[in-house]
């Protein structure tokens, strides 16, 4: 198995767990929160559920689509191409070289492992603190060079995300645990 394809289904893997998560997670604290009843807390677990559904579409179509590649591949191999008949070397694809970097690599785990901790700590602090500092995390990984921007962008769409989930969709966002914001 090449290294694209074993990339591949490692994403495919993490997203499904990741997606397993956030459902175990939406079906265990909102439960605690009175979101079955029909309370403030009921539209917080509707949205979370839809995006991990997605999720674990898109992780199993992924999963499926490179398992499938594989074979076919394995059976255009076998058959013997008829005279005058030339294949293309590249074959249009992306070269694994350029996408199988460590530095590329380091950053696909460094959000993914962002990203779990934003759901740690989001629990521990509330919407309005954990999310601009981990955009900023964000940033920073993806090497913005542009911090005044940065720090703009983040506490911008910070707040657009608050207007559209808690006045748009009536969500209620997480305060945290310390009573910051709330």
Do not use: C, H
Not at 123 to 137: A, E, H, N, R
């Amino acid at each position: 198995m090449d290294a694209q394809k074993k990339w591949n289904l490692i994403s495919a893997g993490t997203m499904f767990v990741l997606a397993l998560f956030i459902i175990y997670l939406t079906m265990t604290q909102f439960v605690l929160d009175q979101a079955v009843g029909g309370g403030p807390f009921a539209n917080s677990a509707f949205y979370p559920q839809v995006i991990a559904g997605v999720m674990i579409f898109l992780s199993v179509l992924l999963a499926a689509s490179t398992l499938l590649k594989r074979k076919k591949r394995e059976t255009e191999q076998a058959a013997p191409l008829p005279d005058g008949v030339q294949v293309p070397e590249a074959g249009g694809e992306i070269d694994v070289q350029e996408l199988g970097d460590k530095p590329t690599k380091l950053k696909i785990l460094a959000v993914a492992g962002i990203l779990v901790a934003y759901t740690v700590f989001l629990d521990l602090f509330g919407y309005w603190l954990t999310t601009p500092v981990f955009m900023l995390i964000l940033f920073k990984v993806l090497n913005v060079k542009n911090w005044i921007a940065a720090v703009l962008l983040s506490l911008v769409s910070t707040a657009v995300l608050y207007g559209f989930f808690s006045e748009i969709l009536d969500v209620v966002l997480p305060y945290g645990r310390l009573g910051l914001f709330g």
